[in-house]
């Protein structure tokens, strides 16, 4: 009895570390509170990543310090691919060139796993701001400067700044109003606090189709599938332009192999019919690519919007 009592203890313990090794749950987390376009991306990927790589992945909100704050956990989490962030491109590409100190550095401290979607910015108007098109609504905004506010998802964000080159390019002072996320800013144009919005269509996108609020024009050199009537800020006459991308990073030190799994289950993910439909839906662009194009891609970025910083004269606190 004894014996057999021992050969089941052994049996079990030997099976202990696969099982663990079974029950081990990925997560995704997302700098942004629930029901932003970060988070529903994340939560889209994550259902299908579930099943491609045979194992529970969770999607896991920790908001602050827009996006930045969780990029600096991640840096420090074990390099095993269980825990990966998806980042909107601001913190890793408009930070740098804000503060004199961050909690990561933006080329050193992260794994680069696959680039996911890039996009522009859509310009919405809620019911604090008069009838019109877009230049209807920056005159009298012009008129009104006590009203001349236009929200984001955070400070220190592509948002931000490209309300900033829009300012500028209309001669139009306007006042930054920051928010922790996109649905709250949201949430604050539908109900007049704040008169325009500057943020990803999927923010408002859902709302404007149902005429709670007005998408008067987007960021993109050209009109988004999304949104095909309505117009580009240069076709306004408004001669500036700004897209973005969302990136799916890990802790340095990832082993090539475990980001070449998960970078094949992304792609995978992204071909899907029905999660390219969901996300073009949202004036998004599916755009995979692997983790050295989205270095690349972010390198790019890094220095596209060093000068346009610098020029602002935008100092962050």
Do not use: C
Request: net charge positive; glycine share 10%; proline share 9%.
């Amino acid at each position: 009895m004894k014996r057999r009592s021992f050969a089941a203890l052994a049996a079990a313990t030997l099976a202990l570390p696969a099982a663990l090794a079974q029950d081990r749950t990925m997560r995704i987390w997302v700098g942004f509170p629930p029901g932003g376009s970060a988070d529903v991306i994340a939560r889209l990927l994550a259902e299908k990543l579930k099943a491609s790589l045979g194992q529970n992945v969770l999607v896991e909100n920790k908001p602050g310090a827009a996006g930045r704050l969780i990029l600096g956990e991640l840096k420090r989490m074990a390099p095993d691919g269980q825990n990966l962030v998806l980042s909107p491109s601001g913190a890793l590409v408009i930070a740098p060139h804000l503060y004199a100190t961050l909690p990561y550095d933006p080329i050193k401290d992260f794994t680069p796993v696959s680039r996911i979607v890039t996009f522009d910015f859509a310009v919405t108007a809620g019911p604090g701001a008069p009838a019109g098109d877009l230049k209807s609504v920056l005159a009298w905004m012009k008129a009104n400067p006590a009203k001349a506010n236009y929200a984001t998802s955070g400070a220190g964000t592509v948002p931000h700044f490209a309300g900033m080159l829009l300012s500028q390019a209309a001669g139009v002072p306007l006042t930054h109003v920051a928010y922790r996320g996109g649905a709250p800013a949201a949430q604050d144009l539908i109900g007049g606090q704040v008169p325009l919005m500057v943020d990803t269509a999927s923010e408002t996108i859902e709302h404007h189709k149902a005429g709670k609020v007005r998408i008067l024009a987007v960021t993109g050199e050209q009109r988004s599938r999304a949104l095909p009537d309505v117009p580009t800020l240069k076709e306004l006459g408004i001669g500036t332009a700004a897209d973005a991308f969302f990136g799916l990073y890990g802790p340095p030190g990832m082993a090539p192999d475990a980001v070449a799994r998960i970078d094949r289950a992304v792609a995978d993910a992204l071909a899907a019919p029905d999660i390219q439909e969901r996300i073009q839906g949202f004036g998004l662009v599916p755009n995979h690519a692997p983790g050295p194009q989205l270095a690349s891609t972010q390198a790019e970025h890094l220095r596209k919007w060093e000068a346009p910083i610098k020029a602002s004269g935008f100092k962050a606190e």
